[in-house]
C-alpha cells in the first residue's frame, strides 16, 4: 500500500512566522505535489516536483516555496504566513501517468 | 485557461437513491478523467477514465466518459450513509501527472 505522511494534522501558527510543513511518501515515486483545499474552490496545485532538487509553480506559488532535498521528501514552506493561507494542505505523490496518492492533510491556522 | 467544473456542489438524497454527479472539463491536451472520494481526510482514488464510452464499475459506483462532450458521470445506485462525501473530479494533463480539480460535490445521505 501506498503511504504519504504528513508532519502534523493541525497547526496554528501566528502572522509572520515561518511555516514548513513535511511530507514523506515511501513508494519511490518521482513526482511530489502540494495543493491546497478551500471550500468551493477545490483542490488548487501551489507546487510540484518531478526529481529531486527539481520543482515547478502550481497555479498559486505565490507565497510558498518549497524543497526538494531527497526522492521520499518534499516540503512546503511558508517564509512569513498570513491570514489568508489559512487553509487545508495536502501533499501528493505519483508516477507516470497513474493517479496520485494523497496524504491525510495539514489544516493550518494563522492567526 | 484549464478548467474543470462539478455539479452540483452539494446534494443530500435519502438512503437507497440513486445520485449522478457531472463533470465538465476543459483541459489542454487531456489525457485521462480521475474521480476521488473524500470523507474526513485524504482523497482516495476511485476511477480513471481515459477511453471514451467505456463504463467502469466497482461495486454501487460507477462512472463513464464522452470525450466528444468532454464531460463525466459518476453513479452511486442504492445510497449508503457510507457513501456521505465529497467527490472530487480531475483533468489529467497528457505527459504529466499535473491534475486540475473542479470544486468537488458535497454529497450528504440521510438515513
Known amino acids: 500500500d501506498v503511504k504519504v505522511t504528513q508532519s502534523s494534522r493541525y497547526l496554528v501558527k501566528r502572522t509572520g512566522e515561518k511555516v514548513f510543513l513535511e511530507c514523506v511518501q515511501d513508494m519511490d515515486h518521482e513526482n511530489m505535489f502540494w495543493y491546497r483545499q478551500d471550500p468551493g474552490l477545490g483542490l488548487r496545485l501551489i507546487y510540484f516536483s518531478y526529481d529531486v532538487k527539481m520543482k515547478e509553480k502550481g497555479d498559486i506559488p505565490e507565497g510558498y516555496s518549497v524543497s526538494r532535498e531527497k526522492k521520499e521528501r518534499f516540503s512546503l514552506i511558508l517564509e512569513s504566513a498570513s491570514t489568508n493561507q489559512t487553509s487545508m494542505y495536502l501533499c501528493?505523490?505519483?508516477?507516470?501517468?497513474?493517479?496520485?496518492?494523497f496524504g491525510p492533510g495539514t489544516r493550518l491556522t494563522v492567526l | 485557461e484549464d478548467k474543470v467544473v462539478q455539479s452540483p456542489l452539494s446534494l443530500v438524497v435519502h438512503e437507497g437513491d440513486t445520485v449522478t454527479l457531472n463533470c465538465s472539463y476543459e483541459?489542454?491536451?487531456?489525457?485521462?478523467l480521475l474521480w476521488y472520494k473524500q470523507e474526513k481526510k485524504a482523497p482516495t482514488f476511485l476511477f480513471m477514465l481515459?477511453?471514451?464510452?467505456i463504463e467502469k464499475k466497482s461495486g454501487r459506483l460507477s462512472s463513464i466518459l464522452d470525450k466528444k462532450e468532454l464531460f463525466s458521470i459518476l453513479n452511486i445506485t442504492a445510497t449508503q450513509t457510507g457513501d456521505s462525501a465529497v467527490y472530487l473530479c480531475?483533468?489529467?494533463?497528457?505527459?504529466?501527472?499535473?491534475?486540475?480539480f473542479g470544486q468537488g460535490t458535497r454529497l450528504t445521505i440521510n438515513p
Open positions: 483541459v489542454t491536451n487531456f489525457r485521462s
Open positions: 480531475a483533468g489529467q494533463i497528457q505527459g504529466a501527472q499535473k491534475l486540475v
Open positions: 501528493a505523490s505519483g508516477e507516470g501517468s497513474d493517479t496520485q496518492y
Open positions: 481515459t477511453s471514451s464510452g
